[in-house]
């Protein structure tokens, strides 16, 4: 393990995310539902008949977008996945590779899932967040 300072998340992002977890399973259309259903504009970037992505807009690097599946089924985290979801699974990291080159992140990128509230999931939908245009650091917090 190298030396220096771990960087921690902003005190309002572990808040949010406890504060989701109430209602991570109620079945509730959830923001990424509305974009998807196109009632809440987004900066869409690549979207298929199963995937969508578009930019964040809080972004924690110069490339920050979000990889969505459109059909939740049940896939509201990473820790939730079953036999099923294999496929979108697949679908979700090969959308991310084809985002990465259009996005030009030929020096590389991170993808980062986050599951649970103690994971920081602000959102109950599972979603990739594909970042880059920087140096990313490691450990990543």
Request: charged share 25%; with cysteine; aromatic share 6%.
């Amino acid at each position: 393990m190298s030396g220096g300072a771990v960087q921690q998340s902003p005190p309002g992002e572990e808040v949010a995310a406890q504060a989701a977890s109430l209602f991570k399973d109620s079945g509730s259309p959830t923001i990424f539902d509305k974009i998807i259903a196109k009632v809440i504009p987004s900066k869409i970037v690549y979207e298929d008949d199963k995937v969508l992505a578009f930019r964040d807009l809080n972004p924690q690097a110069p490339t920050h977008i979000l990889i969505i599946p459109k059909h939740r089924d049940g896939l509201t985290q990473l820790s939730k996945a079953e036999e099923r979801h294999k496929e979108i699974l697949g679908e979700l990291l090969y959308a991310s590779t084809v985002v990465a080159k259009k996005e030009k992140l030929d020096d590389g990128y991170r993808i980062v899932i986050n599951d649970g509230p103690q994971g920081c999931q602000s959102v109950y939908h599972l979603h990739i967040h594909l970042v880059g245009g920087r140096q990313m650091k490691w450990p990543p917090g």
